[in-house]
């Protein structure tokens, strides 16, 4: 019966039909270009691609009763996070963990609250969203690349001071505060029996940026250590804030090249180096995935050198 009606469609009818195909498949394939990946059972990866301005790794965490969703994105990245889970599960999606206050992981909030989700972050995230996220906010299209006109701020209704655990038996999530590092509030996603780590921007991994040292409240000393204690948690799956998942390697790569700044800009403050002598300067090309972008390498050594020097 079914084919026997497929056959008497009118050619016009099959032709609208491919168009409307097309169309969407097209719109699709512009909004994704990385499949959703599954981790494990009930765990997916979403590759958040900077150059289709969507820039913030998305994991998402199917409990038994709801969803738990590690990153909130741009807006118009959320309302393509939020189809991809639905063709995970049909659960809701009851709460989105902010890593950390940047625009790039916050401002799809409001997309998740509006599907039901409720915003978990860590307290000292919460108050720099409210601050220093501010400024932020007032650029809005300066940083997001898109118009954030229909959308709006949203901030966290739950948040915890050290530790939050979600845990119902089948999946464990444990929220845990890292920070100060490469921000105040840093905090991660800690999948003990998976062994996969979210880690936020303390660690990334390409896609295409060096690395944002930027952050007015960043701690590069700390930051150092908490590559350090994270990368002895066994951690089989690391995803990092931007770029691809690997193994805590990735913790290891990050920290050299983060020490290695570091190193080099502590060495040309003590020996009188203007902030222009080392942007000139300093070689960061031995760090393949995060030294290869000047761009970024030298807005990272600005804000280390005016962080050290104490003008900032
Ligand atoms: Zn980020």
Redesign the pocket.
């Given at each position: 019966m079914e084919q026997a009606d497929r056959i008497t469609i009118p050619f016009f009818k099959v032709k609208g039909v491919l168009l409307f195909l097309f169309l969407v498949n097209n719109f699709y394939l512009n909004a994704q270009s990385r499949p959703v990946q599954a981790l494990a059972p009930g765990v997916f990866y979403y590759f958040g691609d900077e150059l289709q301005k969507k820039?913030?790794n998305c994991l998402w965490v199917v409990f038994k009763d709801y969803v738990l969703a590690v990153d909130a994105n741009y807006p118009w990245g959320a309302e393509e996070i939020l189809r991809e889970i639905r063709k995970t599960t049909d659960k809701p999606v009851r709460f989105v963990f902010n890593t950390h206050y940047?625009h790039?992981?916050t401002w799809g909030n409001s997309v998740f609250v509006d599907s039901g989700a409720v915003v978990v972050a860590s307290r000292v995230t919460d108050g720099e969203m409210r601050t220093l996220g501010q400024v932020e906010w007032d650029r809005r299209s300066a940083y997001s690349g898109g118009d954030m006109g229909p959308y709006r701020r949203e901030f966290p209704s739950l948040t915890f001071d050290r530790r939050m655990v979600f845990d119902d038996g089948t999946h464990r999530v444990e929220l845990i505060l890292m920070g100060p590092a490469h921000t105040a509030g840093d905090a991660v996603a800690w999948l003990p029996k998976e062994k996969i780590l979210a880690t936020g921007?303390l660690c990334v991994n390409g896609n295409p940026w060096g690395n944002?040292v930027a952050d007015k409240n960043a701690d590069y000393d700390r930051w150092l250590r908490v590559l350090d204690s994270l990368a002895s948690w066994g951690a089989s799956t690391v995803i990092p804030?931007?770029g691809d998942p690997g193994g805590s390697g990735i913790l290891k790569q990050q920290r050299d090249y983060l020490a290695d700044m570091l190193a080099q800009v502590r060495k040309g403050i003590e020996t009188g180096k203007s902030k222009e002598d080392l942007v000139k300067e300093i070689d960061l090309s031995k760090h393949p995935v995060r030294g290869g972008n000047t761009v970024s390498n030298h807005r990272s050594i600005r804000a280390m050198y005016d962080k050290l020097k104490g003008l900032w």
């Amino acid at each position: 019966m079914e084919q026997a009606d497929r056959i008497t469609i009118p050619f016009f009818k099959v032709k609208g039909v491919l168009l409307f195909l097309f169309l969407v498949n097209n719109f699709y394939l512009n909004a994704q270009s990385r499949p959703v990946q599954a981790l494990a059972p009930g765990v997916f990866y979403y590759f958040g691609d900077e150059l289709q301005k969507k820039s913030a790794n998305c994991l998402w965490v199917v409990f038994k009763d709801y969803v738990l969703a590690v990153d909130a994105n741009y807006p118009w990245g959320a309302e393509e996070i939020l189809r991809e889970i639905r063709k995970t599960t049909d659960k809701p999606v009851r709460f989105v963990f902010n890593t950390h206050y940047h625009h790039d992981h916050t401002w799809g909030n409001s997309v998740f609250v509006d599907s039901g989700a409720v915003v978990v972050a860590s307290r000292v995230t919460d108050g720099e969203m409210r601050t220093l996220g501010q400024v932020e906010w007032d650029r809005r299209s300066a940083y997001s690349g898109g118009d954030m006109g229909p959308y709006r701020r949203e901030f966290p209704s739950l948040t915890f001071d050290r530790r939050m655990v979600f845990d119902d038996g089948t999946h464990r999530v444990e929220l845990i505060l890292m920070g100060p590092a490469h921000t105040a509030g840093d905090a991660v996603a800690w999948l003990p029996k998976e062994k996969i780590l979210a880690t936020g921007d303390l660690c990334v991994n390409g896609n295409p940026w060096g690395n944002n040292v930027a952050d007015k409240n960043a701690d590069y000393d700390r930051w150092l250590r908490v590559l350090d204690s994270l990368a002895s948690w066994g951690a089989s799956t690391v995803i990092p804030g931007h770029g691809d998942p690997g193994g805590s390697g990735i913790l290891k790569q990050q920290r050299d090249y983060l020490a290695d700044m570091l190193a080099q800009v502590r060495k040309g403050i003590e020996t009188g180096k203007s902030k222009e002598d080392l942007v000139k300067e300093i070689d960061l090309s031995k760090h393949p995935v995060r030294g290869g972008n000047t761009v970024s390498n030298h807005r990272s050594i600005r804000a280390m050198y005016d962080k050290l020097k104490g003008l900032w």
